[in-house]
């Protein structure tokens, strides 16, 4: 099987990767995947007090396919709110790097791990209200 | 010399015809072209005649001792399918009972699958952590039922080869009747159907260095004399086992690339370990968590079938896609399961995604060795910096003790 040209370009040239403090109260941390199913992303954000996604991090353990996925989510909701971020779908994912059916599942791990990270970053933020 | 690019280090898969067999192939295409069931004319007589000089330089590779004993077909798939199918066919009044091992081939597994459901029964023997299948437990298995043991020579993808002179003395003894299929081990490791008490054996042409849909049926005439149901119906070819004309330039082929190997197989066996071994000494000096899959003591010379610990087997096959190799990792299955082999041996999955099957072969050079290891070791350096897992292993965090999300 051939890859897409933008999978081959992410995969090549992957932006974001990297890792941001897990313990820094405005950083969400989304990790999903398993290692027994070939595939883990990890995908990170922080977000500054307006709730805009200021920088995002990710590393990924997987085939090219879930590699370019997650650089892609990096790329789209950095800059986004986390609401906007939210409403980021596989679908999109899936569209924009040419996924062929098999490789559909990287896309729905990416969109999982976006939504996780968020997830993340929101019980951070109401449990450090609740501290308050 | 310069390196050319993109190198094929996936022999187990197929092999480039040799020049050498190409050469005496190409007469029985343009004018030696008759059918050798022609019993009429010279044409005939010649493609016939040739037949029969092939059938005896497969025997010889194999040690049968008679050309007849050579049933011509299209592959090692169809092989196997006419061994378990027309044994299983020609001796049901004796017994249904088969027993085979959990790494076999599909075509031999797949074929098991079928002959259940057709009401043989069929016990899949456990292999051990090296790959190989116990003795005692294929002497265990047999019971009154017993009609056929098969068990192949060499595994496709760990490249382990099974204790088959043992298993042969147990079969002979018990009076049941031993096939193997021995597409990966012929010419490269110990393989005589007479020391070894071998009464079938699948061969194909396209592993050696021959051409691509040509194979054969070894079956034995005598002590004992095995007899089977055809599966393929017509002109009563192959002493009634096998119709279909023959496919007279590929056989030629499949004789000249067993000539071959009856003459080179020890230099060359001992060229493939050597490379082996520098291919797989340049990995693992310089990497860390790199595990190898399967038995290095009973093992092709040209295998090496090496896990990259939390480096997933496509993403680094995309990074070396100038090295031609293949993986037992889900993704390249269409199926999304990774590799049963491995996970015959109790590889775990994690470790199944990581691996790669490095199959070198007769055109390998020291140059494309030496260019591939260091390729792999810098590509692996690069795909862990971009792995969460090997973060989080080199953090100290135990990788079993996490929650994951499966998906």
């Given at each position: 099987m051939a890859y897409s040209t933008k999978v081959i370009e992410h995969y090549e040239?992957?932006?974001?990767v990297g890792t941001l403090d897990k313990a820094d109260p405005s950083v969400g941390t989304g990790l999903v995947g398993a290692p027994a199913c070939g595939d883990v992303m990890r995908l990170q954000i922080k977000v500054n007090e307006l709730g805009v996604i200021e920088d995002a991090k990710f590393k990924t353990f997987g085939c090219g396919s879930a590699i370019a996925s997650s650089s892609l989510a990096t790329e789209w909701i950095k800059g986004k709110t986390i609401d906007e971020a939210e409403t980021i779908k596989n679908s999109q994912i899936v569209e924009e790097l040419n996924l062929p059916p098999v490789k559909i599942h990287c896309s729905v791990l990416a969109e999982d791990a976006i939504k996780s990270a968020i997830a993340d970053y929101r019980k951070k933020q109401s449990q450090s209200l609740d501290k308050r | 010399m310069s390196l050319q690019l993109p190198i094929f280090m996936d022999y187990h898969s197929t092999t480039p015809v040799d020049p050498r067999v190409l050469e005496e192939m190409v007469p029985y295409f343009l004018t030696k072209f008759g059918n050798a069931a022609s019993r009429s004319h010279k044409f005939g007589w010649e493609a016939e005649e040739a037949v029969d000089y092939a059938r005896e330089r497969i025997a010889r590779l194999i040690g049968a001792a008679d050309g007849k004993e050579i049933v011509l077909t299209s592959g090692a798939t169809e092989s196997d399918n006419l061994a378990l199918k027309g044994i299983a066919e020609f001796y049901k009044d004796k017994g249904n009972h088969i027993i085979t091992t959990v790494t076999e081939h599909k075509a031999v597994l797949d074929t098991c699958k079928r002959l259940e459901k057709e009401g043989c029964q069929v016990t899949y023997l456990d292999v051990g952590k090296d790959g190989r299948v116990d003795p005692d437990d294929v002497q265990k298995a047999i019971t009154a039922k017993t009609i056929l043991v098969s068990v192949m020579l060499a595994n496709n993808e760990i490249g382990t080869v099974q204790p088959l002179a043992a298993i042969g003395k147990i079969t002979r003894e018990r009076g049941v009747l031993l096939h193997s299929d021995a597409v990966q081990g012929i010419g490269k490791v110990e393989f005589d159907v007479q020391k070894m008490n071998v009464d079938l054996a699948s061969l194909t042409a396209h592993k050696i260095y021959g051409p691509k849909g040509v194979g054969a049926l070894y079956v034995r005439r005598s002590r004992p004399r095995v007899r089977l149901a055809a599966q393929m119906d017509g002109g009563g070819h192959e002493r009634g086992m096998r119709s279909g004309t023959l496919a007279v330039p590929l056989i030629v082929g499949f004789g000249k690339a067993c000539d071959i190997l009856l003459k080179e197989r020890h230099t060359e066996s001992a060229r493939l370990l050597s490379l082996r071994e520098r291919l797989r000494t340049r990995i693992m000096d310089r990497l860390d968590e790199v595990y190898i899959n399967g038995s290095m003591e009973h093992r092709l010379p040209g295998n090496l079938n090496i896990s990259f610990n939390f480096v997933e087997g496509e993403g680094l096959m995309m990074a070396i896609k100038d090295v031609a190799v293949s993986s037992g990792s889900a993704c390249t299955s269409s199926s999304l399961e990774p590799s049963y082999v491995l996970r015959a041996l109790g590889v775990g999955d994690e470790l199944a995604h990581s691996s790669i099957r490095f199959g070198l072969g007769r055109f390998n050079t020291e140059e494309e060795v030496d260019y591939v290891a260091d390729l792999v070791v810098e590509k692996v350096e690069r795909l862990r910096e971009i792995s969460p897992l090997w973060e989080m292993h080199k953090d100290g965090i135990d990788l079993k003790n996490v929650q994951w999300v499966a998906h």
């Open positions: 040239n992957p932006r974001n | -």
